[in-house]
């Protein structure tokens, strides 16, 4: 069973940066991909990065060149370094493991972008 614990969010400044973390405390047996998700007030969940089991990394567009998705070899933690951050980035971020066709999600963390 997986379960995921989120860290790091909290209120940043325009172009400011922060680094959320992602706990598996579950079996990291056939997780096939590692990702971070994100929901702002309104709006549906959308993918922001996620990594596969061959560290293929995706990035949605209105993230690339801003933030590093990273994962450790055991798919016990993993991280999302955001840069350069936007008010448009305000959200709450999940956390998500795929293992085979089952998501697992964490609580989510809440990331604010304002002066």
């Known amino acids: 069973q997986v379960q995921l614990v989120e860290s790091g969010g909290g209120l940043v400044q325009p172009g400011g940066s922060l680094t959320l973390s992602c706990a598996n405390s579950?079996?990291?047996?056939?997780?096939?991909?590692m990702g971070w998700y994100r929901q702002a007030p309104g709006k549906e969940r959308e993918l922001v990065a996620k990594?596969?089991?061959?560290?293929?990394?995706n990035y949605a567009d209105f993230v690339k060149g801003r933030f590093i998705i990273s994962r450790d070899r055991a798919w016990k933690t993993m991280y999302l370094q955001m840069n350069n951050l936007k008010p448009e980035d305000t959200a709450v971020y999940y956390c998500?493991?795929?293992?085979?066709?089952?998501?697992?999600w964490g609580q989510g963390t809440q990331v604010t972008v304002s002066s």
């Open positions: 579950g079996t990291p047996f056939s997780i096939n991909a």
């Open positions: 990594i596969t089991g061959s560290s293929r990394i």
């Open positions: 998500n493991v795929r293992s085979g066709s089952l998501d697992s």
